[in-house]
């Protein structure tokens, strides 16, 4: 049977997961908790903490502010102060490769690479989303009427993606063939980059928050329904002309979060009132991880063996569910 270990935290938890064997718990009051062997508490911010983002290479947590800085915070209780816009709300940020970090406020976004340097891309309309191809350098920029391809790391024309409409959170599917955005009406908008065909996966009672990725990348599981809603892409299609997975539908709650399994096919599903199912992709067979609770999960995120699960909710609950004994 899982069990469940809280974590004492002091808010609203904006990211949860692991950086190597470490559960992290990142709260909108600004602490940073770091769970291995002992706990670490850091407040690398004056204020507030608007997003976070585990960097690639597992040395740290990346963190923005309502104080316009971006540490760098390790599990060793080191922070490190990357970049800083003064008097500017970065609530964006992206990890990329090589050490390189993207953020934006506003109509601009940035890229501070591993040594230091930085360059500014800037936008008709404010930015929604961020985040880097799976390969390369290679950074999107989701924004009002769709979307940019950047190459950060050269001055090649970037990419524009149309769609009417407000783009917000964005990703690329693990092989770097699609882009899809969620928009600030209740739907997803994606791209095949080959030829920019465009893809609207629709029917949302109320807006997608939380995108992830199956293992493989034949699924985009998501929030947003009182179902995880699993959009295919192993066709040369996408989802357009098939009929998406619903796992782990109830009644009387909306899904909130959603976290895919890094090993198996399998999601773990998160609801409004707390409770978190893992539900099986090949049957729907629910396992109970967690019984509600306070408030809405907010967070979750598995260790590389998908042994551990760490979530955060709302109303300032946390923990990591174990799988094995």
Same mark, same amino acid.
């Given at each position: ?20 064997? +470490? ?41 923005? +502010?309502?104080?316009? %800085? ?5 599990? $060793?209780?080191? #922070? ?14 992206? @990890? ?8 934006? *406020? ?12 930085? !360059?500014?891309? #800037?936008?008709?309309? @404010? ?14 920029? #989701? ?14 024309? /970037? ?6 409409? @407000? ?9 770097? !063939? ?22 609207? &996966?629709? +029917?949302?009672?109320? !807006?997608?928050? #939380?995108? *992830?990725? *199956? ?19 192993? +066709?040369?299609?996408?989802? &357009? ?10 009644? $009387? ?6 976290? %895919?399994? /890094?090993?198996?096919?399998?999601? @773990? ?8 199912? &893992? %539900? ?46």
């Amino acid at each position: 049977m899982p069990t469940v270990a809280p974590v004492e935290v002091d808010g609203f938890v904006v990211r949860a997961g692991f950086l190597k064997d +470490g559960a992290y718990f990142a709260t909108g009051e600004g602490e940073v908790v770091f769970s291995a062997n002992g706990e670490t508490r850091l407040r690398p911010h004056k204020t507030g903490l608007l997003a976070a983002e585990p960097a690639l290479d597992g040395k740290g947590l990346i963190t923005s +502010g309502d104080d316009g %800085c971006i540490y760098l915070t390790g599990m $060793d209780g080191s #922070s490190e102060l990357v970049a800083e816009r003064p008097r500017k709300w970065i609530d964006l940020i992206a @990890a990329g490769p090589s050490g390189a970090i993207a953020f934006a *406020s506003g109509r601009t976004a940035w890229v501070r690479f591993a040594d230091g340097r930085e !360059k500014e891309f #800037s936008h008709d309309r @404010a930015v929604g989303g961020l985040a880097f191809a799976p390969k390369g350098m290679r950074l999107a920029v #989701s924004r009002y009427d769709g979307a940019t391809l950047w190459w950060a790391g050269t001055e090649g024309a /970037p990419v524009e993606l149309t769609w009417k409409g @407000a783009h917000l959170g964005v990703c690329f599917s693990p092989d770097g !063939k699609y882009l899809v955005t969620a928009m600030q009406e209740n739907a997803l908008h994606g791209w095949r980059l080959a030829d920019t065909q465009d893809m609207r &996966m629709t +029917g949302y009672p109320a !807006k997608v928050k #939380s995108m *992830s990725w *199956s293992v493989k990348g034949k699924y985009l599981a998501t929030s947003g329904a009182n179902a995880a809603i699993l959009w295919p892409f192993s +066709g040369k299609t996408g989802p &357009m002309g098939q009929t998406p997975l619903q796992l782990g539908t109830r009644g $009387d709650n909306l899904v909130s979060a959603v976290a %895919c399994h /890094p090993v198996e096919d399998v999601c @773990a599903v998160g609801y409004q009132d707390g409770m978190i199912l &893992m %539900c099986r992709f090949a049957d729907n067979a629910e396992v109970l991880l967690r019984r509600p609770g306070t408030g809405p999960v907010s967070a979750m995120g598995w260790d590389a063996e998908g042994v551990r699960l760490a979530f955060g909710t709302e109303s300032g609950e946390a923990g990591i569910v174990s799988l094995q004994d």
